[in-house]
């Protein structure tokens, strides 16, 4: 069983729109998302994250929608950059139980972004 | 600081063989986990030690045993390697183990069998 899920393996947009990666995840645990970026070649980097308590979280141009009934969330990427063309990975940890924590991660989604 | 520190970047082995991953964390996080990513997608929990002991397990191979010294460092011995043991190994650390840990990744070990 999947616990998070990312509905599009790829996604790919124009410089200058914006990019929307969906998530959603299974277990009501969970309460921490963080979305990391990898470049190819490279480790993962925490990109931006939001805790269940919130409905919303805006660093420059990532934004996280986050629906806590739905148990989905969303990642925009505003005024997307070919710099951004990259794999985006939705996770989610919980802050109680047996697995206190650990990361799950979704399978990913690779965004490319044409000039 | 300089971040995560994994060595080797790269490595080859054959069938049946060892190998030894070892991940130096942040200073001062004493939080690691270990996780397999095969060609580039999904990342697969292996691992975590939190204050030199095993906190939770996952997909790691019974062949497979991870350690946390004192200074917090982590080695991961590889023993009797298949072929879809090929794969990148990552390792993080994060300061605290508990929910809302932010992870800082190293960037990795690229493990091929042969």
């Known amino acids: 069983q999947q616990q998070v899920r990312q509905s599009s393996q790829s996604l790919t947009v124009w410089e200058g729109e914006t990019a929307i990666l969906n998530c959603s995840y299974e277990?009501?645990?969970?309460?921490?998302f963080p979305w990391y970026q990898q470049f190819p070649g490279e480790g993962p980097a925490l990109l931006i994250a939001?805790?269940?308590?919130?409905d919303k979280k805006e660093d420059g141009r990532f934004t996280i929608f986050f629906n806590k009934r739905e148990k989905n969330l969303s990642l925009h990427i505003k005024d997307s950059q070919p710099g951004d063309s990259a794999t985006y990975f939705c996770?989610?940890?919980?802050?109680?139980?047996?697995?206190?924590?650990?990361?799950?991660f979704g399978h990913g989604t690779i965004l490319r972004v044409h000039p | 600081d300089s971040g995560v520190v994994q060595s080797p970047r790269h490595i080859i082995k054959e069938k049946g063989g060892r190998s030894v991953l070892t991940c130096i964390p942040i200073?001062?996080?004493?939080?690691v986990v270990w996780y397999q990513q095969t060609l580039g997608k999904e990342l697969k929990f292996l691992i975590q030690?939190?204050?030199?002991?095993?906190?939770d397990k996952g997909f790691l191979p019974s062949r497979f045993s991870v350690q946390q010294f004192d200074d917090y460092h982590s080695e991961m011995n590889m023993s009797a390697l298949e072929l879809e043991d090929s794969a990148m190994y990552f390792c993080?650390?994060?300061?605290?183990?508990?929910?809302?840990?932010?992870?800082?990744f190293g960037s990795g070990t690229r493990l091929l069998v042969i």
């Open positions: 993080a650390s994060s300061l605290v183990a508990g929910g809302g840990s932010d992870y800082t």
């Open positions: 277990n009501s645990a969970f309460d921490y």
């Open positions: 939001i805790r269940s308590v919130s």
């Open positions: 996770a989610a940890s919980a802050n109680t139980g047996a697995n206190t924590g650990k990361l799950t």
């Open positions: 200073s001062g996080h004493s939080n």
């Open positions: 030690h939190y204050e030199k002991v095993e906190r």
